[in-house]
């Protein structure tokens, strides 16, 4: 590891690591064409050097052996504990969190696990729904575990939107050690400076990480021309003033599809990459 004395701005890049052509299956998603770059190839072709490893339906499934032997190379890695929404293996209160633990065992570049998709969308409350995929209880736990690990500590990351900024949840969100903050929709990230501030009062002391997305998963649609690259320099700002510690890119399930918002990250990690943050 790296110490942050050493940072580059690329070092701070993740990607949000998910099956190859796993998000080509959500139809509202709307993608064109078709993704065959898996997480390890994004990574070299950008030169992103940490992956938030997370399952889908799709796929992975434990045991994790293999995907986190292609992720051994990577500088940092987190994975999964309960993967996205449509894992209902993981709903109430299971996880995959021993399954990450063995492979944290096994592979030291392994730094903690995520929750993604943990709190619910809109249309989840709306039809009566939990708030929440997991008790507190179960999330006390979970990170008990974690930073209880005997090789090093584990930390616990979050997933949080947008959309779910006024939701009573910041006593789940105060469990977790790192917040990563999601704008769902491109036509809200005209607030993203506003919200990545909010997200710190709400829950403060955490490490910050900034997603950013190369399409527009809320509406189905590309993010407008400029856009991609606006949001990173909103995340430059905040890295380089210590509010942010990275990004994340979501992901290689759509960089491979000509995307004009694949092209201009490419260009700004080749202008910023090698600055010290």
């Avoid at 930073?147 to 500590?153: S, V």
């Avoid at 769902?184 to 403060?204: D, S």
Wanted: include cysteine.
């Amino acid at each position: 590891m790296l110490s942050d004395n050493n940072m580059k701005l690329q070092d701070r890049l993740w990607v949000w690591g998910q099956e190859t052509g796993s998000h080509h299956l959500v139809p509202q998603f709307n993608l064109p064409g078709v993704n065959r770059m898996g997480t390890v190839e994004f990574c070299r072709e950008f030169g992103v050097p940490n992956c938030c490893r997370v399952a889908v339906p799709a796929g992975p499934f434990p045991p994790f052996d293999n995907a986190s032997a292609e992720l051994a190379g990577l500088r940092e890695v987190v994975w999964s504990a309960v993967g996205a929404c449509g894992v209902t293996r993981n709903d109430n209160d299971g996880s995959d969190l021993d399954e990450v633990i063995r492979q944290a065992e096994m592979f030291p570049n392994i730094s903690g696990a995520v929750l993604d998709d943990f709190f619910a969308a809109p249309e989840t409350l709306a039809a009566g729904g939990p708030m929440v995929r997991h008790s507190l209880a179960s999330l006390q736990a979970m990170r008990k575990k974690l930073h209880n690990f005997p090789l090093r500590k584990l930390d616990l990351w979050l997933v949080w939107y947008d959309y779910q900024l006024d939701y009573p949840v910041t006593e789940f969100a105060d469990c977790c050690d790192v917040i990563s903050f999601w704008t769902w929709e491109a036509e809200n990230l005209v607030n993203m400076e506003e919200n990545l501030q909010k997200v710190r009062l709400l829950v403060p002391g955490k490490r910050y990480f900034a997603g950013v997305y190369l399409w527009d998963y809320g509406t189905g649609n590309p993010l407008p021309d400029g856009e991609m690259t606006r949001q990173l320099e909103i995340a430059r700002k905040f890295i380089r003033t210590g509010l942010l510690e990275g990004i994340i890119i979501c992901s290689n399930c759509v960089a491979d599809l000509g995307l004009t918002t694949a092209d201009e990250l490419k260009e700004w990690i080749k202008i910023h990459g090698d600055e010290k943050v």
